[in-house]
């Protein structure tokens, strides 16, 4: 489990991507505004003209297995590609986690050509700064400890905000704050014939 210190330090960092975008405390981010205001660019791979339709049909032939990449520019800033594809949740997660690496100046990964393959080399470190962070810039201490005194569910927290529901899960794991669920119409009404019987 993670420390309270790189917890406290993955909330700050958290807290600087929110502040940049400019959202309320409690207000709900779009990744999508933060990347303007960080001069990021956010396309997807069939606005690129230069590439070519083989790599066009690698990325959509599998386009489960990457959601989103960052590619750097001589001038310094950045694009990311995101995978239009997934859903709208999956594509707001991935495009924070991309905008993580870009403002801890994390190291691109590089491909490596070895017996015949082409892999890419994993920073395990970077990859978990930019999920974590990622994931409670969406997410605040603040509006999961809100949530659990208002009584919030989970289902609502993850519609209120744009995410998911395992990114909620997610962030309960890591603050110890565990949300109410809300009862689905089918288990009331199983609890309703129950509570005939036994009347």
Not at 25 to 54: C, W
Not at 110 to 138: C, F, P
Not at 145 to 155: D, N, Q, R, S
């Amino acid at each position: 489990m993670a420390t309270p210190h790189f917890i406290n330090w993955i909330e700050g960092q958290a807290h600087g991507l929110r502040k940049i975008s400019g959202v309320s405390t409690f207000g709900r981010l779009n990744p999508f505004d933060l990347a303007k205001k960080m001069s990021v660019e956010v396309t997807d791979p069939l606005k690129i003209k230069q590439l070519a339709r083989e790599i066009l049909d690698q990325l959509f032939g599998d386009s489960k297995s990457w959601s989103a990449g960052t590619l750097p520019l001589p001038d310094g800033k950045a694009i990311v590609v995101i995978n239009s594809t997934h859903t709208e949740t999956r594509q707001r997660a991935s495009l924070m986690e991309e905008l993580v690496h870009i403002k801890l100046k994390h190291k691109p990964t590089k491909l490596i050509h070895a017996d015949g393959m082409t892999v890419r080399n994993w920073d395990q470190t970077q990859e978990t700064q930019a999920y974590w962070v990622g994931a409670a810039a969406l997410l605040p201490r603040c509006v999961m400890k809100g949530a659990k005194t208002l009584g919030w569910t989970i289902e609502k927290v993850a519609t209120d905000h744009g995410v998911s529901i395992q990114l909620v899960e997610f962030r309960e794991k890591i603050l110890g704050i565990k949300l109410k669920r809300a009862v689905s119409v089918f288990a009331e009404n199983n609890l309703s014939a129950v509570k005939a019987l036994t009347e």
